[in-house]
């Protein structure tokens, strides 16, 4: 009933810039955090970035001063803004939102299906 829909992965240099975007829709009645994670091979997924409805945001030290993560409430969308992509950036990223579905249900974790970042040398 609810998805998330990632767009924006792709190939880029070292040094590049890519911008992701992720959509919520379906049954909606809040959305409470949203953000990014990212798996490379052979490693566990980890945080990247994400942000709370007042836009206060939250940063893996790896990516603090090269990502901004931020939203557009109205259309319950995140975006993450990647400059200075290394080749250590290089991953599977994945879209998460923590959504209730109704005024009585409790809040669980929505996960995207992944977009690929692949940063070459």
């Known amino acids: 009933q609810v998805q998330l829909v990632e767009s924006g992965g792709g190939l880029v240099q070292a040094g590049g810039s890519l911008r992701l975007s992720c959509a919520a829709s379906?049954?909606?009645?809040?959305?409470?955090?949203m953000g990014w994670y990212r798996q490379a091979p052979g490693k566990e997924r980890e945080l990247v970035a994400d942000?709370?409805?007042?836009?206060?945001?939250n940063y893996a030290d790896s990516v603090k001063g090269r990502f901004t993560v931020s939203r557009d409430n109205a259309k319950n969308t995140v975006y993450l803004q990647m400059n200075g992509l290394k080749v250590e950036d290089t991953a599977v990223y994945y879209c998460?939102?923590?959504?209730?579905?109704?005024?009585?249900?409790?809040?669980?974790?929505?996960w995207g299906q992944g977009t690929q970042v692949t940063v070459s040398s």
């Open positions: 998460n939102a923590e959504i209730r579905i109704s005024p009585l249900s409790t809040t669980r974790d929505y």
């Open positions: 379906g049954k909606i009645f809040r959305i409470n955090s």
């Open positions: 942000i709370v409805p007042d836009g206060s945001a």
